[in-house]
């Protein structure tokens, strides 16, 4: 089967069939338009190319690609530097000597507190600070840190030379989160989301390339049908207009009522208005057609695209059982409402670990610098002049706990969904299966009964026809038995027609459209125009399902 890429690249097919070149059937006025033949090869490649909805269900995966990043980019280690100056101006009372320092500065100038009773202290201090943050899969941070300043105080009355000092520090500071935010599952929760979107995406996108290739099947084998049910149409007005005929010139030498001549020319009327029911159904079709393999309102306007005649679809061989195996392995929609599940189980695991309390370890460790100048302050501090560390421990826990316990509940009916969607997806399958194989079963025996249906009634017409000549039966009988011959064959086509879809359907209920119709999507670069690579494997007259048995994936565990 197919191999999905990390990103859409190149798909295309090797889907031929035994072709003949088809003409445009007699009746079907086009006007103006220009008529372009169309193999099923080349719809369906014009469908990989053109078509909006897998176009846009193919973007769904470059952004889920583009939110993985995203999801990944909290572990980034993050640079942060910062520069700044303070003024600070301090007034406090002279009576009011609390430190030493004060003290100290009393005794030494007597002259400036004596007649003062408030002092002014003036403090100016540049910062710089940077640091270097890393992040773990299990929600440490660890953070290397380098910090400079410079500091000047001095009072109001200060007489002395002041000289600024400058202190360093460099080290680690470390944060380990050891309840809530621990571990993978806690902070790996948005990548492995992410990925899991990825691929429901990749199923979707699968899907949908599924279901448009299989209409344009269906389409195309419609038109087929219109296109050869136009000419049973045109024969049946041939052969009528040639009994009106047939019936006038007996009328004129009295071996016919006009009546005869008034029932074949009704019976032509008749036929014209089936003709051009045939018609609407081919232009219909066509603009369905159309609409799943251009991309623009403005593309194939004026044409109109004529199918080429192609060999029918043989019906797959294989019981109803090989046929769920092969669904439940392929199922495009089946596999996405498994991963989906698997999707709620990372966030149940997420909320349950944020009902935790926050217990963090914090600690720090470097070395201080203090000197008389920038550089001499950063040397002091690379010679362990002042060595320091802290440890410590820090406990938080919201009361009630609220939003926890309602996130908990939250995620704990997002998987109750999940699991009833995957026995959705389950009954979907098999009821698909069944629907399918009945259908074909129902076109098989329709197909046998029509064809026998026409073959009896084609002899009837020759019969008829003798006896008409040797005047055993009126020319009504005659109208009756031609029309019926001609229903036959229309319902013939019709049946083979529906035979054939009944088959893509098949390959539709069990996924394997792709499979059937040897389309590989391969890696290959991101592109938004044409895909890069075209496969083409040798040519097949016919396309049929794969006898080897599949194994039947394991449920979802359910919890």
């Keep these: 089967m197919s191999r999905f890429p990390r990103r859409f690249a190149a798909c295309f097919l090797s889907f031929a069939f035994a072709a003949t070149a088809a003409e445009l059937p007699r009746g079907l006025d086009v006007g103006s338009a220009e008529v372009q033949k169309l193999s099923i090869g080349e719809a369906i490649e014009m469908m990989l190319r053109n078509n909006l909805e897998v176009q846009f269900n193919r973007v769904d995966m470059r952004l889920e690609d583009a939110r993985t990043r995203f999801a990944a980019g909290v572990f980034d280690p993050v640079f942060k530097m910062s520069l700044s100056r303070e003024s600070n101006q301090i007034p406090d009372l002279t009576s009011d000597l609390s430190t030493a320092q004060q003290i100290a500065l009393a005794q030494a100038f007597p002259e400036a507190f004596a007649d003062k009773s408030v002092v002014i202290f003036d403090r100016d201090t540049d910062r710089w600070e940077s640091s270097l943050t890393f992040r773990s899969p299990i929600g440490t941070q660890l953070a290397v840190t380098a910090r400079q300043s410079k500091v000047r105080s001095t009072f109001d009355g200060d007489t002395r030379d002041i000289t600024p000092f400058y202190t360093a520090f460099g080290g680690l500071e470390v944060r380990q989160p050891l309840l809530k935010d621990f571990g993978l599952d806690a902070n790996l929760n948005d990548i492995r ?6 691929k429901v995406a990749e199923y979707t996108w699968n899907k949908t390339l599924q279901e448009n290739l299989a209409s344009v099947l269906g389409n195309y084998f419609d038109m087929l049908f219109a296109q050869a049910d136009l000419r049973v149409k045109q024969d049946a007005i041939a052969a009528d207009q040639k009994l009106v005929q047939q019936n006038q010139r007996r009328s004129e030498i009295g071996f016919m009522s006009p009546i005869d001549v008034q029932q074949a020319r009704a019976q032509v009327s008749l036929d014209e208005e089936q003709l051009i029911l045939s018609k609407n159904l081919f232009m219909e079709r066509q603009f369905a057609l159309r609409r799943l393999i251009t991309s623009s309102s403005h593309d194939s306007a004026n044409r109109v695209y004529l199918p080429v005649q192609m060999s029918d679809l043989t019906a797959p061989p294989g019981t109803r059982d090989t046929y769920l195996e092969t669904a439940f392995r392929m199922r495009p929609d089946y596999l996405a409402a498994v991963t989906d599940a698997e999707k709620q189980d990372i966030r149940l695991k997420f909320a349950k670990n944020q009902m935790y309390p926050n217990l963090d370890l914090v600690g720090t460790y470097g070395y201080n610098g203090l000197d008389n100048a920038w550089g001499l302050s950063r040397q002091d501090a690379w010679h362990t002049q002042a060595p320091g560390w802290s ?15 309602a996130q908990l509940d939250v995620f704990k009916g997002f998987k109750e969904q999940a699991i009833i969607r995957i026995k959705q997806s389950e009954n979907t399958v098999t009821v698909d299966v069944d629907t399918s194989l009945s259908r074909i079963e129902t076109s098989r025996q329709r197909l046998a009964t029509a064809r026998q249906t026409r073959e009896l009634n084609d002899e009837a017409v020759r019969i ?9 039966i009126s020319s009504f009988d005659l109208i009756e038995i031609q029309r019926k011959m001609y229903d036959a064959k229309s319902r013939e086509l019709d049946a083979q027609a529906s035979l054939n879809k009944s088959i893509v359907t098949l390959w539709q209920a069990t996924g394997t459209v792709l499979e059937n119709l040897k389309i590989d999507v391969v890696q290959g670069p991101r592109k938004k125009d044409l895909p890069e690579t075209v496969r083409r494997p040798p040519p097949i007259k016919t396309v049929a399902a794969s006898k080897e048995t599949v194994a039947k994936p394991a449920p979802a565990k359910r919890k």
């Excluded at 989301?193 to 990825?198: L, M, V």
């Excluded at 406990?395 to 609220?402: A, D, H, I, N, Y």
């Design 391 to 405: 440890f410590g421990v820090q406990f938080s826990v919201p009361l009630g706990r609220v939003q926890s316990r």
């Design 464 to 472: 008829a026809y003798r006896r008409l000549e040797e005047g055993q």
């Design 193 to 198: 989301i992410s990925k899991i979107n990825r």
